[in-house]
């Protein structure tokens, strides 16, 4: 562990806990559900006034075309939010990359939309560990760590997106490029438990809609002309499911389709996840997957089609990562904070960095739990540990050897 320096002390010391609990409160009033676009340009543009204390260039870029297979087997536009950009000296010879995200898991018609205190130390409210907490974290790092004279030698881009709850389909693009040729990437979800335990390595997911294509007949009169769509989807269905191993659960999840009693049905939707833990099953799947169709195209003489893919792929933490693993470690143990980490099985931003061969710690947000649902909390105080952390750790980052 390095001891911390005159000024690292006073870097950390600087984290105004106050104003980051302020911004907390007023951008968790924002409804800004992932399908919400008035509420996500609302928060983009409170975001953007906010991040404007900072030098660089802010941008609102547009969404990549998502699409998705409708129950009729239609491939329909799925419209999103835009996403905030902010690039300071995009020529500095080290650059990090920041990653948030402004969206939450609670749309508009959710009863759960308003902050309260649950007593001093533990905030109740939508959005505000996961992650309006983290952002006002990273402001509020990047604000100390531009007082050091390290600053100018680096520079960062900051993304936050709209879609990080529905699987970064429309900024996973931006996340590829962004990521690509950064020094380390530090992504602000909140940590994996409460008491700020990281999360480490993460399995990948992959979401798939299949759709077949038969041919109707009489259930009676003709069923020889018929080539039946669900009971292909079906057979699809148990054959994936055996083709589970435990690097690699696969959950066929609903099918969509059918007809009435006594006709042959033409036409069947199949939906699943799969969560491959590593790189190698996820590309096995992915060739297992088109021999499954061609065979079942054939067994039941229908017409396949297939929607979706592997959109986070596995994260597994190489040596360069661990590295930075240990330096949140070090950096938070000289700042007094115990830090450690566990594998997790959930994805996020840190999946697609990780993708660009970037290191990545993605769990540098807020201290807080019971994400996703109304008991929702942050840990008040963890608001300027966190700041502190992440400023002192960028200022190691800025003047320290390679990864
Ligand atoms: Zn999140």
Known sequence: MKQLTAEERKLAEGADQQRMLDRTLRWAAINSGTGNLAGLEHMAGELADAFAALPGDASLEEPARVTAVDADGREVDKPHGKHLVLSVRPDAPRRFLLTGHMDTVFATDHPFQTCSLLDDDTLNGPGTADMKGGIAVILDALRLFETTHEAAHCGYDVMINSDEETGSLSSAPLIERLA????????????????????????????????????????????????????????????????????LPINPAKIDGGAANNVVPNHAVLRFNIRPKTTESAEAFSSDLTDLLQLLEKLHEVQIHCHGGITRPP???????????????????????????????????????????????????????????????MIVPSLSERAALSAVLLSRLAKGDLL
């Open 315 to 377: 994260k597994p933490v190489d040596a360069k990562a661990q590295k930075l693993f240990d330096l949140v470690r070090d950096t938070g143990a000289a700042l007094g904070q115990e830090i450690g980490w566990q594998s997790t099985g959930g994805v996020c931003d840190g999946n697609n960095i990780a993708a660009r061969q970037v290191p990545v710690v993605d769990t540098m947000g807020v201290r807080g739990g019971s994400i996703h649902s109304p008991d929702e909390f």
């Open 180 to 247: 690509t040729d950064k020094f380390a990437a530090l992504t602000y979800e909140p940590s994996a438990l409460p008491d700020g335990t990281l999360a480490h390595a993460r399995g990948g997911s992959g979401n798939f809609s299949i759709t077949f294509t038969g041919k109707s007949a009489h259930a009676g009169r003709n069923p020889q002309d018929g080539r039946n769509a669900l009971v292909a989807a079906a057979d699809c269905a148990v054959r994936l499911k055996q083709m589970q191993h435990r690097d």
